[in-house]
């Protein structure tokens, strides 16, 4: 059994597969608070299946890009659980994420790209082809930097219409989504390590200026 989860978006969002067959998938109805509350989703992902911890084999985690806070949230508790139950932790890109469902979905039929909301007034992007496989770097940037006619994946389009006109679901990462890429070999697996692409906002502060 391998259970999934993301928080590198507002929404924490965990599923619980079977190989390919997602038996069961929970989202937060709230948005934030990761800490709060993706322990409660797990457990209830677990509950509803009528499994335990001690059933699963994998766990597949969204790595981001993504804020600070969310993504931590989720990559100690993806290598706790990793590391308790000795078990394999898969990363994978949120934005591949994405791509995978837009494809499987029929959403987009030709290149397209994935944007998502860094906050900021930024974006963070990348570009696909029409299989899905990632063809640059992920990358943040102003949405006006990276405008495009091409179908956009993902919330950027849904914030920025005026830089991404052609924009389609999905919107945000789906955890069964993830599960089914990882087990059907659909991304590229990646080391639990969070993808942030710019330093986080809370830093230690400076040595104390010397008082004379």
């Known amino acids: 059994m391998l259970l999934a989860f993301d928080t590198s978006s507002p929404q924490v969002t965990v599923a619980l ?3 390919d067959d997602v038996v069961a998938e929970q ?16 457990a209830a992902v677990l509950d509803s299946a009528g499994r335990t911890r001690r059933d699963l084999t994998a766990i597949g985690v969204g790595v981001g890009p993504g ?17 308790v ?9 949120s934005l591949d994420v994405l791509a ?3 494809v499987a979905s029929g959403a987009v039929s030709s ?13 963070y992007w990348a570009m696909y082809d029409a299989s899905g496989a990632r063809r640059t770097d992920p990358a943040v940037d102003r949405p006006g930097d990276v405008e495009t006619e091409h179908p956009v994946v993902g919330e950027g389009a849904q914030l920025y219409p005026m830089a991404f006109p052609s924009g389609v679901r999905p919107l945000r990462p789906s955890a069964a989504w993830l599960a089914r890429a990882v087990a059907g070999g659909r991304a590229e697996l990646l080391e639990p390590e969070p993808m942030y692409l710019r330093r986080p906002d809370a830093v230690a502060p400076g040595k104390p200026k010397t008082v004379s």
Do not use: N, W
């Open 111 to 123: 290149d397209f790209l994935v944007a998502t909301d860094a906050r900021r007034k930024e974006v």
């Open 17 to 19: 597969a079977d190989g």
């Open 27 to 42: 989202a937060s109805g709230q948005t934030m608070k990761h800490g709060e509350q993706l322990a409660p989703l797990i």
């Open 100 to 102: 995978v469902e837009a």
């Open 85 to 93: 139950l000795g078990i394999p932790v898969h990363g994978v890109c």
């Open 67 to 83: 804020p600070f806070t969310g993504l931590r949230v989720g990559l100690v508790t993806a290598r706790t659980l990793g590391y």
